[in-house]
């Protein structure tokens, strides 16, 4: 599986937009990209996924440039609840053994 | 829908105490079943996944081992506890049949070896 790497951590405050980005230079071409959010004391969450170009729901944006070979995932006017541990995840779907890294820790100030 | 239930949400275990947590998926039919442990602080360790009935893989050497005696049900176990397993423990569920939505995971396990 694609090594990831993203920011420790972020700070941001209430109402901004928040780009956290990832570098994966090693994605296969089967590869797909994922983020999860994770809260305390609580199971890593789905946030969204993409293959290329952008991808966007009713949390996130994902933007995924021609190359792939980095992701950012756009989190728009956060919130103070958007404050959360971010894992990026690339893997070609299937079955597979998903290594968490250390993510990335935003913390949402007021 | 397809749930996961998980096992108790806490747990406060002497030193050499037995352990059995336990993990159930509902909703779906010969789902990929994972074991993690998140130390405080840190990323997830992947522990043990199991593909089907009876089939379990250990990713990292411990004290500690799995069972899958039913095709939903994922229990974890160790006959001995160390200070070290302390820990978040988290169970998930994938498919594994083309792409999906990668990994559900459970509530988690909070584990303190005392």
């Known amino acids: 599986l694609a090594k990831t790497t993203q920011p420790i951590s972020m700070d941001s405050y209430e109402g901004q937009e928040v780009n956290i980005t990832c570098s994966h230079n090693n994605i296969a071409t089967n590869d797909y990209i994922t983020w999860y959010q994770q809260f305390p004391s609580q199971g890593p969450r789905f946030i969204i996924q993409g293959y290329k170009t952008k991808v966007t729901n009713e949390v996130a944006s994902l933007f995924i440039p021609a190359d792939r070979k980095s992701s950012t995932l756009s989190l728009p006017r956060v919130s103070l609840s958007d404050t959360a541990v971010y894992y990026c995840?690339?893997?070609?779907?299937?079955?597979?053994?998903?290594?968490f890294g250390t993510g990335t820790r935003l913390l949402v100030s007021p | 829908s397809q749930t996961i239930h998980q096992w108790p949400a806490t747990l406060v275990q002497p030193v050499g105490s037995p352990l059995s947590l336990e993990c159930t998926v509902e909703?779906?039919?010969?789902?990929?079943l994972y074991w993690y442990r998140q130390a405080a602080g840190r990323g997830l360790q992947l522990l043990f996944y199991s593909v089907g009935i009876g089939q379990i893989s250990s990713e990292v050497p411990q004290n500690l081992s799995a069972s899958r005696p039913q095709d939903r049900q994922f229990i974890l176990s160790s006959k001995k506890l160390l200070l070290s397993d302390s820990g978040f423990y988290l169970c998930a569920w994938s498919m594994g049949t083309g792409y999906d939505y990668g990994y559900t995971f459970g509530s988690g396990t909070r584990l303190t070896v005392v």
């Open positions: 909703g779906t039919s010969n789902p990929n």
């Open positions: 995840l690339v893997g070609d779907g299937g079955f597979q053994k998903l290594v």
